[in-house]
């Protein structure tokens, strides 16, 4: 950069002679003219082309702000070494001259991507993310000019695509090379260009578990969820929600024993109504659940587990302060968040239920229990009762050795 001209359009736009920066002797629009020009280097632009995309006015005037600015562009910059001009100009066309001897973060780039391909070494793959790593023309804008603003979007779009192409390559490669902390970094810079793509929250929070860190990954999971609702109205996808319910299983699993839990017993009936109306019986249940434990424990719940729920228990909205839409939900999506419902409060208590009746049941809440029993089987059994019905226990293997603090039983209403 200390000899000729140096032009950086990554970052903010900065152009030095000899080391000197000359960039606020241009203005605004000869900037961004010379920047067109230079990524249409391999054609020439038309003077009318160039009139119109930066002055609305009349056709004398425009040309006139177009040749003032191409001058002072000839005045700031010099001829090269070999005495050529950086512009080539005529009565309709200019352009730059290729004959120039000068370099810049973009014509490096170009020569990288020259010799890129799948599998391209590591600093080839970094010398490019530390080129995309910022903002084609950074923050730069030109007032009454949407043909070019257009333009400079497209740009902007294209490069972050070939800077998400390039940071996933180098995941790729340190996944493959077992560098887990350098692949996490790629992760967090994708993120950065993309926050809704869930894939990415799956693979760091893997890479938070190979770590051993799965508080890290709970945390990766609840920035998704808040972030994926707050600005998208979304849940997470439910790869990523199976995920989180694996983890906060493991977590469960590796609980220091000696913890002193709350025993809470439950009991629930069929009864005319339930046998008719699908879900009634699983309503009561998720009401008499929520009711029963404490509401300081219920809040730690993921919103959107309660907020799936609410559809069939709008008892929920108002307590927790959900979304009042009220949404229909798809059955497969309830039963995954009342299995992490199950599963979040296994943590404090230790939940039996008695259910009789189960004849009474509606065929929905009856499948919603035994689906609890075979996608949970360490933390929910469920067990024939003769004289009580149904015994559903809970955490059986979790609360092993563990200390019941008290007893509460809740019957029901």
């Not at 600005?231 to 493991?250: C, F, G, H, M, V």
């Not at 979790?398 to 008290?406: E, M, S």
């Amino acid at each position: 950069m200390d000899q000729g001209l140096f032009i950086q359009m990554f970052g903010s736009a900065e152009f030095f002679v000899s080391g000197k920066p000359v960039t606020t002797r241009l203005s605004a629009k000869s900037l961004a003219i010379l920047v067109f020009l230079i990524c249409h280097e391999q054609r020439r632009v038309t003077r009318e082309k160039l009139a119109s995309m930066f002055w609305a006015e009349s056709y004398d005037t425009a040309t006139y702000n177009l040749r003032y600015n191409l001058w002072n562009i000839k005045k700031v910059i010099p001829p090269d070494e070999n005495g050529a001009e950086f512009l080539i100009t005529s009565k309709d066309f200019c352009g730059i001259n290729p004959a120039y001897r000068y370099t810049s973060d973009l014509t490096r780039l170009e020569q990288l991507l020259e010799i890129h391909d799948e599998d391209a070494p590591a600093d080839i793959l970094l010398e490019i993310n530390e080129i995309l790593s910022r903002e084609f023309l950074e923050d730069f804008y030109i007032r009454d000019s949407d043909e070019f603003n257009d333009w400079l979007l497209f740009e902007r779009t294209r490069y972050q695509k070939l800077s998400q192409q390039n940071l996933e390559q180098l995941y790729d490669s340190y996944i493959k090379n077992q560098d887990i902390d350098r692949a996490e970094e790629a992760l967090r810079a994708l993120l950065r260009i993309n926050p809704y793509e869930e894939k990415y929250y799956c693979r760091i929070m893997k890479l938070c578990l190979q770590k051993g860190e799965r508080h890290a990954a709970l945390r990766w999971y609840q920035s998704c969820e808040d972030l994926l609702r707050k600005d998208l109205n979304l849940a997470p996808s439910k790869t990523l929600r199976e995920l989180y319910l694996e983890i906060t299983s493991q977590e469960q699993e590796l609980s220091p024993r000696g913890e002193t839990l709350e025993e809470l017993t439950l009991e629930l009936s069929g009864n005319e109504d339930t046998a008719v109306i699908s879900g009634l019986l699983l309503s009561e249940f998720i009401e008499l659940l929520t009711c029963a434990c404490e509401r300081t424990v219920v809040n730690q719940i993921p919103k959107v587990f309660l907020e799936d729920l609410s559809s069939i228990q709008s008892a929920l909205i108002p307590t927790y302060g959900l979304e009042r839409d009220c949404r229909q939900v798809s059955q497969a999506r309830l039963l995954n968040s009342l299995r992490g419902l199950i599963t979040q409060l296994s943590k404090t208590y230790c939940i039996t239920v008695y259910l009789k009746q189960e004849a009474m049941a509606d065929p929905f809440s009856r499948h919603a229990l035994h689906y609890l029993q075979r996608t949970c089987p360490d933390v929910f059994r469920l067990y024939p009762q003769l004289t009580r019905g149904v015994y559903l226990r809970f955490n059986l293997n979790f609360h092993k050795n563990k200390k019941i603090k008290k007893q509460t039983f809740v019957p029901f209403q």
